[in-house]
């Protein structure tokens, strides 16, 4: 069993945080440490947070980058969860990520996908359809292996301490999903569960103008991370860390179910024969 960090950066947004730490006090595996970290907030997120049990990290300089690593940085858990502030995480979402990294020692990050809440229809379908498929689709391509969904992620501490000299601080319009994405080193284990689920609101994409904005500012870090490693080295430095991390996999005995979920031990092929001749429980 690992512990579970969960790190919520929050700007001005004390409402949608109170619905956050509600999900998360629903958990069916409660979190070992909530840490909310106030980006400068001029509202009272810093009560709400202290109200639900949640642990206050102040981080003044604005910027969701600054924010994460805050609250990265402060976290004492083996493996750190990663919402926003309106994200409403599934009540299962600490417990997967739990069993996730607890069955595989291989695996270094894990993001899910989320649904959207508010807003028109058009925008929430955008959201859902455009803006996370496209982004999930696209940036793999460019970055060689599954990119980070910010509003719903985890990744064990001990790789963000790896990689934590190297994440753009300073660049105001730097996506820390993204960037973390690009810096994790090419033999990483990074995997996409689709059972993994949170809510997020829509309210980024109610405009042209928000959506072009979140739009630039991800192919802005793209390109500040492809100048320091070109595409095609990057690309190809994955596909060799996929082939290392399959090999130490075999070596621990682990292999992927057919179904998405925690890595399972090898089975002598009579336990498995076993197993299949049993009646299914519809249930």
Same mark, same amino acid.
């Not at 069955?103 to 925008?123: H, I, K, N």
């Not at 809510?199 to 500012?217: C, I, L, N, T, Y």
């Not at 991800?218 to 080295?233: D, K, M, S, T």
């Given at each position: 069993?690992?512990?579970?960090?969960?790190? +919520?950066?929050?700007?001005?947004?004390?409402?949608?945080?109170?619905?956050?730490?509600?999900?998360? &006090?629903?958990? *069916?595996?409660?979190?070992?440490?909530?840490?909310?970290?106030?980006?400068?907030?001029?509202?009272? *997120?810093?009560?709400?947070? #202290?109200?639900?049990?949640?642990?206050?990290?102040?981080?003044?300089?604005?910027?969701?980058? @600054?924010?994460? &690593?805050?609250?990265?940085?402060?976290?004492?858990?083996?493996?750190?969860?990663?919402?926003?502030?309106?994200?409403?995480?599934?009540?299962? =979402?600490?417990? @997967?990520?739990?069993?996730? $990294?607890?069955?595989?020692?291989?695996? *270094?990050?894990?993001?899910?996908?989320?649904?959207?809440?508010?807003?028109?229809?058009?925008?929430?379908?955008?959201?859902?359809?455009?803006?996370?498929?496209?982004?999930?689709?696209?940036?793999?391509?460019? +970055?060689?292996?599954?990119?980070?969904? %910010?509003?719903?992620?985890?990744? !064990?501490?001990?790789? =963000?301490?790896?990689? #934590?000299?190297? /994440?753009?601080?300073?660049?105001?319009?730097?996506?820390?999903?993204?960037?973390?994405?690009?810096?994790?080193?090419?033999?990483? %284990? +990074?995997?996409?569960?689709?059972?993994?689920? /949170?809510?997020?609101?829509?309210?980024?994409?109610?405009?042209?103008?928000? $959506?072009?904005?979140?739009a630039s500012w991800a192919f802005h870090i793209v390109g500040v991370n492809l100048r320091e490693v070109p595409w095609l080295r990057r690309v190809w430095r994955c596909a060799q860390g996929r082939r290392d991390r399959? !090999?130490?996999? !075999?070596?621990?005995?682990? !292999?992927?179910?057919? @179904?998405?979920?925690?890595?399972?031990?090898?089975?002598?092929?009579?336990? /498995?024969?076993?197993?299949? *001749?049993?009646?299914?429980?519809? &249930?």
């Amino acid at each position: 069993m690992a512990t579970v960090s969960v790190v +919520i950066p929050s700007l001005n947004d004390a409402e949608m945080l109170r619905h956050c730490l509600a999900a998360l &006090a629903a958990q *069916t595996r409660a979190p070992d440490e909530i840490i909310v970290v106030d980006n400068g907030s001029d509202d009272d *997120t810093a009560e709400v947070a #202290r109200a639900a049990g949640a642990r206050v990290v102040a981080e003044p300089v604005r910027g969701v980058l @600054r924010a994460t &690593a805050a609250g990265f940085d402060a976290a004492t858990g083996e493996v750190v969860g990663r919402l926003d502030a309106d994200s409403r995480p599934a009540q299962d =979402w600490a417990a @997967r990520i739990d069993r996730r $990294f607890s069955a595989d020692p291989t695996l *270094t990050a894990l993001t899910g996908t989320g649904t959207f809440y508010g807003g028109s229809r058009f925008w929430r379908f955008i959201g859902h359809h455009v803006y996370l498929g496209g982004y999930l689709f696209v940036f793999r391509a460019v +970055i060689g292996h599954v990119p980070l969904f %910010g509003s719903n992620f985890a990744m !064990r501490r001990d790789a =963000w301490v790896g990689i #934590r000299s190297r /994440v753009h601080l300073d660049d105001p319009h730097a996506h820390d999903d993204l960037d973390i994405s690009l810096v994790l080193p090419p033999d990483a %284990g +990074i995997e996409f569960d689709p059972r993994l689920h /949170v809510q997020v609101s829509a309210r980024p994409f109610e405009s042209w103008a928000g $959506f072009g904005r979140r739009a630039s500012w991800a192919f802005h870090i793209v390109g500040v991370n492809l100048r320091e490693v070109p595409w095609l080295r990057r690309v190809w430095r994955c596909a060799q860390g996929r082939r290392d991390r399959r !090999r130490r996999q !075999r070596e621990l005995g682990l !292999r992927h179910p057919h @179904r998405p979920g925690p890595l399972r031990r090898r089975r002598a092929p009579q336990a /498995v024969a076993d197993e299949e *001749t049993r009646p299914v429980n519809p &249930a």
